[in-house]
């Protein structure tokens, strides 16, 4: 069973054009939600950890929120060096150990 | 400050070779992550060391995949005898405390295996 399901896949926006990233969990007992960015070739770049239903937090013309089955990104008037991979990712349940989850990631596009 | 290091940047071998990754941790950090990166798979965890010492190798998928740490500067991820489907990006990441801290990710190695 997936952890960790985002949508959409891909999305394209004009510059300027808000929109939301959704990320929905399965674990239980969350010990944290995270979101990191992927740059083409490049390795996962952290932008947040959120911990409890409610929190919110913000960078620049993103903003991560979280409830008690998804977490959202919110991009506000994006630009163009917005365009890359976002992640998020969970650690595991106690059942599973160790483990950290990530999703498959939804690929942003941003056009001029 | 260097970030994480990782060695080679792109390896291309043919099937039943061995393979060896290497990494090199951000210095004071005491967790290190072997992920795997595939279109189909997305990003998995292999494996987590915290101290040098394996806590979590459940995501390592069969015996021919091996991971050491023998000190706080360095890991190696050994591949032997690798096949086609093991061919993916592999990331090393470390972070201070534990896998539910952030995460720095080194630039990843692609692997090809012919």
């Known amino acids: 069973e997936d952890q960790v399901t985002q949508s959409p896949e891909a999305l394209r926006l004009q510059e300027g054009e808000s929109s939301s990233l959704n990320c929905s969990y399965t674990?239980?007992?969350?010990?944290?939600l995270f979101w990191y960015r992927q740059d083409p070739g490049k390795g996962p770049e952290f932008l947040f950890t959120?911990?409890?239903a409610g929190e919110e937090k913000e960078k620049e013309r993103l903003k991560a929120t979280l409830t008690k089955k998804e977490s959202f990104l919110h991009i506000t008037a994006p630009k163009p060096e917005d365009s890359a991979t976002y992640l998020c990712?969970?650690?595991?349940?106690?059942?599973?150990?160790?483990?950290?989850?990530f999703g498959t990631g939804t690929s942003l596009t941003v056009i001029p | 400050d260097a970030g994480v290091i990782q060695s080679p940047r792109h390896e291309v071998t043919e099937m039943g070779q061995e393979v060896t990754l290497r990494c090199k941790p951000i210095?004071?950090?005491?967790?290190l992550f072997w992920y795997r990166q595939t279109m189909m798979r997305g990003l998995e965890l292999l494996i987590y060391?915290?101290?040098?010492?394996?806590?979590?190798d459940s995501g390592m998928p069969e015996d021919r995949f091996s991971a050491k740490m023998p000190n706080a500067s360095f890991s190696t991820l050994k591949i032997q005898p690798s096949e086609p489907r093991d061919s993916a990006v592999y990331f090393c990441?470390?972070?201070?405390?534990?896998?539910?801290?952030?995460?720095?990710f080194g630039p990843g190695t692609r692997l090809t295996v012919l």
């Open positions: 060391f915290n101290n040098n010492v394996p806590i979590d």
């Open positions: 990441a470390s972070s201070l405390g534990t896998q539910y801290n952030e995460q720095f």
């Open positions: 674990v239980s007992g969350l010990r944290g």
């Open positions: 210095s004071g950090h005491n967790s």
């Open positions: 990712a969970v650690p595991g349940d106690l059942n599973t150990g160790n483990q950290f989850y």
């Open positions: 959120l911990y409890s």
